[in-house]
């Protein structure tokens, strides 16, 4: 039954939904961008620029501060309105003109931009800032005179030259009370380096002028702090830092002679001070004054869109979200119209193996051809599944039917029991033995569980012990069985493992090397690598048979006949333990010119004793058939003859060993 995709996880309604989300979005993004971009140049060069307004507020304030009435600010007005190319006007809180730098007669702004008090606004301790609190540029009676400012001169002369004494740079700074401060490269005080034979405790004690100013300010302060239930019945102590750009900027402290304050009482007490100082500065700065900045009459103008840039807004809005749906449109059908192909394949019967065409090179082309792949291995996967079941059904049939046929002929009694008819069977028995062995090795290698026991193995002696299995074979076939191997050449392996393997590619090439041929094997380092090669003189291998040498239950000769060739698993068996030594192995022929198979296995430095024909632990001398250490694939002494090797001598006649055939015709 096919299955229904809802409509809101379509893959072309998704496209659809995204393009259509993503038109709005840039329109939208766009627009934004427009108006608000319009609108800060608008605001710029109508004079709303914050940095700019703070910098006129700032001058403005700092003339307040410094003079007693607005008299003489025209000339500064009109030079701040050249400079900033913007119209600046003040007035009292009533609107009553007091500069102006537009024509006499120009309505001012409906609201004013800011109000220039120094008692209440400090505009110069932090640059751009507006802080609440009393502009330090109020000096009022704490401005000193000419002989008390030469005094403090000479004492911070003197300062700077004992810090420099000690390696310090200092500077001396002028405050705008007229006081000299004594300050390091980087703006610190230098007392706080440590230097105390520097401070004489004269330079930073306040002076007459200052001592005045403070005996006027506990008196100002005295009765607000009395009202507040802050009757101290004693003078009253007053922090003054004189190095400081604002002398009070550290805060106050009261106290008092019977009990320290808590913090309501020293809150309550700042607020007295902060009045009273606000009282006794007032006399000293101008009135305050309301700051008028802008173009007359106007307010500052924002873009505000007409109905026809409205009209073009949407109408271009529309003809986007129109071009890209359709274009959507139709890239999510080319899109979609292949994965339909691809998912109606897939749903498909397994034993059809459908195809899908290729019609693109994107990643949908890239997905089709490997989904064509993976049915091409998997049609090749159950081919060689239903070969294999077959092979081993006749790899099996042959001897059991065999040791049945003669089992019953004994129990009939038409045979006599006789000892060459229990050999007989005893060699069938073996033959499946052989193979049920085979497929467990090669069960145990898909699995991941074949156990190795590695250890330093010399290459000449694993081949003298494989030739000498197999030297009976050789002698009955007429083929020379030659060994070369390099003195250096010392593998990491498991003995019994390499054994096997190497009988397994030694059986298959006696079996099709004619007589008067050769079948060798070498050895030689390459590097941290040991190549093991064994060689034929036989007919060699078909081009387009090698592909399939270490295929299991592959034959080239499709007869399966046992005077040609054995099960078809000697060779899959030598890939699986070469691999799991971590070598690899190849097969190169030309027909004709007989078969070279390659070994590359891990190689290792020679022990420090050479057991050469020592006989290393798990393995077999020649004649020697220890308990234990024969694994499917080496050769029980005495066998080897013609018609007589079930367990893979690899002798003409009969090889359960299997192993793919070397150099068989097709």
Same mark, same amino acid.
């Given at each position: ?29 766009t627009a934004w961008l427009a108006v608000t971009t319009t609108t800060s140049a608008l605001k ?7 940095? &700019? ?37 003040? /007035? ?9 730098? &537009? ?17 209440? /606004? ?17 000096? =009022? ?28 740079? +200092?500077?001396?700074?002028? /405050? ?26 004269? !330079? ?10 403070? %005996? ?11 009202? &507040? ?59 305050? +004054? ?6 007359? %009459? ?30 959507? #449109? ?28 290729? $019609?693109?090179?994107?990643? $949908? ?91 330093? !193995?010399? &290459? ?134 007989? #078969?070279?198979?390659? !070994? ?9 004793? %050479? ?37 893979? /001598? =690899? ?16």
């Open positions: 039954m096919k299955r229904r995709i809802p409509l809101r996880k379509r893959l072309l309604v998704r496209l659809l939904f995204v393009s259509a989300l993503i038109a709005v979005c840039s329109v939208a993004a710029e060069e109508q004079g709303q620029d914050l940095a &700019a307004d703070n910098s006129i507020l700032a001058q403005l304030s700092g003339y307040a501060a410094t003079h007693a009435d607005w008299s003489g600010v025209r000339r500064t007005v009109r030079e701040l309105a050249v400079k900033t190319g913007r119209r600046i006007a003040l /007035t009292t809180a009533d609107r009553t003109p007091v500069a102006d730098s &537009a024509p006499r007669g120009t309505p001012l702004p409906p609201r004013p931009a800011a109000t220039v008090d120094p008692l209440r /606004t400090d505009t110069y301790s932090e640059t751009g800032a507006q802080l609440s609190g009393i502009d330090p540029r109020v000096v =009022g009676p704490y401005r000193l005179p000419a002989a008390e400012q030469a005094k403090l001169d000479a004492l911070a002369a003197a300062r700077k030259r004992c810090y420099e004494r000690f390696g310090l740079q +200092a500077t001396v700074v002028r /405050t705008a009370s007229g006081r000299p401060v004594v300050s390091g490269s980087d703006g610190t005080d230098p007392a706080g380096y440590g230097v105390t034979a520097c401070e004489d405790g004269q !330079l930073n004690t306040p002076t007459p002028t200052e001592h005045r100013a403070l %005996d006027a300010l506990t008196d100002l302060a005295r009765p607000c702090l009395k009202q &507040a239930g802050l009757d101290l019945e004693g003078p009253l102590f007053l922090t003054y830092d004189p190095s400081g750009k604002d002398p009070f900027g550290g805060g106050y402290l009261v106290a008092k002679y019977a009990k320290a304050g808590k913090a309501a009482t020293a809150r309550a007490a700042q607020r007295c001070v902060l009045t009273a100082r606000r009282t006794q500065l007032e006399p000293y700065v101008a009135p305050v +004054a309301d700051l008028f900045l802008g173009i007359g %009459d106007q307010s500052p103008s924002r873009f505000d869109m007409s109905t026809a840039n409205k009209a073009k807004v949407i109408g271009a809005a529309g003809l986007v979200l129109a071009v890209t749906v359709a274009v959507t #449109a139709v890239v999510a059908i080319r899109l979609v119209r292949p994965l339909r192909a691809l998912t109606e394949a897939a749903g498909a019967p397994p034993e059809l193996h459908i195809r899908v065409p290729v $019609t693109t090179r994107d990643e $949908t082309g890239i997905l089709a051809e490997a989904f064509n792949d993976l049915t091409e291995r998997r049609a090749r996967l159950e081919a060689q599944r239903r070969a294999m079941v077959s092979d081993i059904a006749h790899e099996l049939r042959s001897p059991l039917t065999n040791i049945r046929g003669w089992l019953e002929v004994v129990r009939d009694g038409v045979v006599e029991p006789e000892p060459a008819l229990l050999d007989s069977l005893h060699e069938e028995a073996l033959v499946l033995q052989r193979i049920i062995d085979d497929l467990q090795d090669l069960a145990a290698a898909d699995a991941g569980t074949l156990r190795l026991h590695r250890e330093p !193995l010399r &290459a000449a002696d694993l081949f003298d012990q494989v030739a000498a299995a197999h030297r009976v074979a050789a002698d009955a076939a007429g083929v020379a069985l030659r060994t070369a191997a390099d003195p250096a050449a010392w593998l990491d392996a498991d003995p019994v493992r390499m054994r096997q393997a190497l009988g397994n590619l030694v059986s298959n090439a006696l079996r099709h090397t004619p007589a008067d041929g050769a079948v060798t094997l070498a050895a030689r380092r390459d590097g941290t690598d040991v190549v093991v090669t064994v060689t034929d003189t036989g007919a060699g291998i078909a081009a387009e048979d090698l592909p399939h040498v270490f295929e299991r239950f592959w034959r080239a000769e499709k007869s399966r006949s046992r005077r040609t060739g054995g099960s078809g698993l000697g060779l899959p068996i030598v890939r699986h333990l070469v691999a799991a030594h971590g070598g690899t192995v190849t097969a190169a022929s030309e027909p004709g010119g007989g #078969a070279a198979f390659t !070994l590359r296995l891990p190689g290792t430095e020679p022990p420090g004793d %050479d057991p050469i024909g020592t006989g290393l632990p798990g393995t077999d001398l020649p004649g020697t058939d220890l308990p234990g250490t024969d694994l499917p694939g080496t050769d029980l002494p005495g066998t080897g003859l013609p018609g007589d090797d079930p367990i893979g /001598t =690899g002798l003409p006649g009969d090889d359960p060993s299997g192993g793919t055939p070397v150099g068989a015709q097709p």
